[in-house]
């Protein structure tokens, strides 16, 4: 039986960070935490380390993951990109949803900087990306990074 929790995030390739970030606070309300590197696409390779600049709502969970589209990438299409959840072990994850018939898309690295994927791209027969991310490494950057004090505008 697979150890997955529920969906914690959406994530969101859109072409303007800021003007995005902007837009949703004006119609939804959203705060926004300050903009980070994302982990660059490791597979499939060779690929060069471009990574999507990113942000994540304060309201949440869900949260919504905004990314800046990144041509060359699994983020080079604009619009509802991945629903994000936590794997306790993401790798197993992932080799369970290429048996079931669900190849990985892509993976990628966690933060900037790390070597091996801790995340996996699947998709379902109506072509729904589930992000597979691995919860030992994801987990404590996150909750890091949810302790930041928002951006305000023009930040």
């Known amino acids: 039986m697979p150890v997955i929790t529920a969906g914690y ?3 969101v ?3 303007d960070l800021r003007e995005a970030m902007d837009e949703l606070t004006e119609l939804l309300g959203l705060q926004w935490l300050p903009i980070v590197p994302s982990g660059h696409q490791h597979e499939p390779g060779p690929l060069p380390e471009l990574a999507p600049l990113l942000t994540i709502s304060v309201q949440g969970p869900p949260y919504i993951e905004l990314l800046e589209l ?3 990438t699994i983020w080079s299409t604009p619009g509802l990109h991945h629903i994000g959840y936590w794997a306790a072990d993401a790798h197993a994850e992932s080799e369970r949803m290429t048996a079931a018939g669900f190849p990985c898309e892509a ?3 966690v933060l900037n900087g790390d070597t091996e ?3 996996y791209y699947h998709r379902t027969g109506d072509g729904l990306r589930l992000e597979l991310v691995e919860m030992g490494r994801g987990g404590p950057a996150l909750a890091h990074y949810l302790n930041f004090p928002p951006i305000t505008g023009g930040d």
Do not use: K, N
């Open 117 to 119: 994927p801790g995340v």
């Open 107 to 109: 993976s990628a690295v």
């Open 70 to 72: 990144t041509p060359g």
């Open 9 to 11: 995030h959406l994530g």
């Open 13 to 15: 390739v859109v072409t």
